[in-house]
């Protein structure tokens, strides 16, 4: 059992370090050596930005399926592109970076308006059949099952705002070529508050309810 578990957190790193990699860490290496060899800034920010939009559409085309985070992805980069190639400012292209936040943070709180919200369906990532059946009768059971989830996509929607409000305003008064890198950290930061957070509302609900939020609840197997 403990070897299985090794072997699939292993399994996982390549599907996490590498759109880490290609999303985050590459577009940022391309504008600064862009930019070292004196690129315009709205042309180094366009082709950095390029990279992740590439790779979500052959993502995307690979799954068969378009997902809405790919789509507005591709559709920022456009828009700010042709903005910025109109108004000449790369600061059109840095305001890209606070959509996708922006969006992404309306979509998670738009979520408490129906019937189960974005954390529910998040978790659904994580669990196996037997605890999807469990967390669908909690939800239709218990309030404090269903207040904790609202509680977790309102912190995870209103973080996401906060990241875009951050953004749109480092991409206003700050120099261009700063807000890249500082933007990123930002994000960083504000995903890993929210994560501890969440990780400990978990476990305290768990400890208090004796029902996880989140997470496979493995049956114990009799030992030979």
């Known amino acids: 059992m403990e070897a299985a ?9 390549p599907a996490l370090v590498v759109p880490l990699g290609i999303n985050i860490l590459l577009p940022l290496a391309v ?13 180094a920010l366009l082709l950095s930005g390029v990279i992740p939009a590439t790779h979500a559409l052959g993502a995307a085309v690979v799954r068969r399926r ?22 000449g400012s790369p600061r059109v292209l840095l305001l890209k970076d606070a959509g996708i936040p922006a969006a992404l943070g309306l979509w998670i709180l738009g979520s408490l308006f129906a019937a189960r919200p974005f954390a529910f ?21 218990l309030p404090d099952f269903r207040a904790a989830l609202r509680a ?3 912190l995870w929607g209103a973080s ?26 930002q994000s960083f930061a504000i995903l890993g508050a929210v994560a501890a957070l ?6 305290a609900f768990h400890a208090g309810r ?8 493995t049956p114990a197997t009799p030992r030979a």
């Not at 369906?121 to 605890?131: M, Q, S, V």
């Not at 480092?170 to 070529?177: G, H, I, N, S």
């Not at 969440?198 to 476990?203: A, H, I, L, P, Q």
């Open 160 to 185: 996401q705002l906060l990241d875009a409000s951050l953004s749109t305003l480092e991409a206003l008064t700050l120099p261009v070529d700063l807000v890249p890198v500082i933007g990123r950290f």
């Open 121 to 141: 369906h998040f978790g659904r990532r994580l669990r196996g059949p037997a605890a999807q059946q469990e967390a669908d009768r909690a939800w239709d059971d």
């Open 66 to 87: 378009v997902e809405v985070f790919d789509l507005l992805m591709a559709v920022l980069l456009v828009a700010s592109a042709l903005t910025s190639l109109i108004s």
């Open 152 to 154: 977790l996509t309102l």
């Open 198 to 203: 969440t990780v400990r509302r978990s476990r």
């Open 210 to 217: 004796g029902i996880p939020l989140f997470g496979i609840r």
């Open 5 to 13: 578990t090794a072997r699939s957190t292993t399994d996982r790193w």
């Open 31 to 43: 504008y600064y050596v862009l930019r070292t060899q004196d690129v315009a800034q709205w042309k």
